[in-house]
C-alpha cells in the first residue's frame, strides 16, 4: 500500500548532469553507474533535499567532479513544464515552497509571480507605512485629505502640514497612499470655507 502514491510518478534525466533524474513528485536521485574506483556498479539513490537560505529545497549535484546546488523546484519544471513563452521564474501554484510536485509548477514572469505572491499574502505590503521609505505615517495622510476635503487648498494642506506640495497632491490624485481608507471627495462634494 506505500507504493501506490508513487505509480503515477514518473522520472526524467536532469540533461545538464548526467547520471541524475528528477521526478514528477519532486524527488531527485543519482542513477546506477560503473565506477573505475570500485570497480563495479554503484546502484543509486534518492538524494537528500536540505532548504536554502529563502526555504528553497535544494540538492546538490556533481559534474566534473565539482559539486553544485541546485533548487528542486527549478529542476522539475524544466523536466515537465513546457515554457513555450520563456518565463524565467518558477511559481508554486499553492505558496508552499515545500511541494515541488508538477501539478503545483508553472512559469510565470517576475511581475506575474510577484502579484501572486501578493494575492497569497506571501509577500510584505511595500505600499504606505510598509515602505522603508515613507516619511509620512497613515494618520498624517489621513489629516490631508481630511483637510482637503473641508475645502483647503493643496497648497494651504502643504503649508499647514509642512508636507511638499507634490506629495499633497500626489495623494489627493490617489497617486500614492491608495491603501489609506480616507476618501477624497469631488471638488462638488467639498466644503467650502465659509467667508463673513
Known amino acids: 500500500m506505500k ?36 570497480r563495479g556498479l554503484v546502484k543509486g539513490k ?3 533535499q536540505t532548504p536554502n537560505k529563502r526555504g528553497y529545497p535544494e540538492v546538490r549535484l556533481f559534474k566534473n567532479s565539482k559539486s553544485t546546488a541546485k533548487v528542486v523546484h527549478r529542476l522539475v519544471a524544466k523536466a515537465f513544464i513546457p515554457n513555450d513563452e520563456n518565463k ?20 510565470m514572469n517576475n511581475s506575474e509571480n510577484q502579484k501572486h505572491a501578493y494575492s497569497l499574502g506571501l509577500q510584505p505590503n511595500r505600499a504606505g507605512e510598509g515602505n522603508g521609505r515613507s516619511v509620512l505615517t497613515d494618520e498624517k495622510v489621513t489629516t490631508i485629505k481630511e483637510l482637503y476635503n473641508s475645502g483647503k487648498t ?25 491603501f489609506n481608507a480616507t476618501d477624497i471627495l469631488r471638488r462638488d462634494e467639498r466644503r467650502k470655507p465659509t467667508t463673513k
Open 3 to 38: 507504493d501506490l502514491k508513487f505509480i503515477c510518478e514518473e522520472w526524467r534525466s536532469i540533461p545538464e548532469f548526467s547520471g541524475y533524474d528528477v521526478s514528477s513528485l519532486g524527488r531527485v536521485r543519482s542513477t546506477d553507474r560503473f565506477s573505475g574506483k570500485r
Open 46 to 48: 534518492e538524494l537528500v
Open 88 to 107: 524565467l521564474q518558477v511559481n508554486h501554484i499553492d505558496g508552499n515552497k515545500l511541494n515541488n510536485k508538477t501539478s503545483n509548477l508553472e512559469w
Open 154 to 178: 493643496a497648497k494651504e494642506v502643504s503649508e499647514i502640514l509642512e508636507v511638499s506640495l507634490y506629495t499633497v497632491r500626489a495623494i489627493i490624485a490617489g497617486k500614492t497612499w491608495k
